[in-house]
Structure formats: structure tokens, C-alpha cells
């Protein structure tokens, strides 16, 4: 994880610095239970979602689509133009 945002050792050291300044010693531990309890209903609800999501994929029915053959072009005979509307009243 520390990869992903490519700090090094000196810079954790400085940020941790900075938040014990700005906190102090007696918040601490208050900040990390509370950073630790957020991590763990994240990584709940990613599980639920996860797992919604595999029983939704194996309720679902394993058809595979059936493939229709390519339409051909052949010499149809178009359609009459019906200008009169099925659903207007006629005179």
C-alpha cells in the first residue's frame, strides 16, 4: 500500500510527526481505533458486496445466448405504404 503512494520511510516518519503535533499524544489512540473501526466496515460491506454478488451470479441462469444466423439479402417484396393510421378514426 505504501508502494501505491510511494513513500519512503523518512516521509512516514515526518507525517507522523506532523499528526502527533497537530493532535497530540492523548488523541492517538482515539485516531486510530477510530482509522482502524473504518477499515473494518469497509472491508465488511466490500465482503457483502462481494459475496451479493457471487449469489446473484449463481441464481442467475447459465444460458448462453443463442446466436442467430446472419440476416441474408434476398429480392422481398417491399410492403404497401399504408398511409391511413390503425388507431385514427376514419371518415
Given at each position: 500500500?505504501l ?7 523518512g ?81
Open positions: 500500500m508502494a501505491l503512494f510511494n513513500l519512503g520511510g516521509e512516514i516518519i515526518l507525517i507522523l510527526a506532523i499528526v502527533l503535533i497537530l493532535f497530540g499524544a492523548k488523541k492517538l489512540p482515539e485516531l486510530a481505533k477510530g482509522l482502524g473501526q473504518g477499515i473494518k466496515e469497509f472491508k465488511k460491506a466490500t465482503h457483502n458486496v462481494s459475496e451479493g454478488m457471487r449469489d446473484a451470479m449463481a441464481e442467475s441462469p447459465s444460458n448462453v445466448p443463442t446466436r442467430f444466423e446472419p440476416a441474408t439479402v434476398g429480392t422481398a417484396e417491399p410492403k404497401s405504404a399504408d398511409t391511413t393510421h390503425p388507431t385514427a378514426p376514419t371518415a
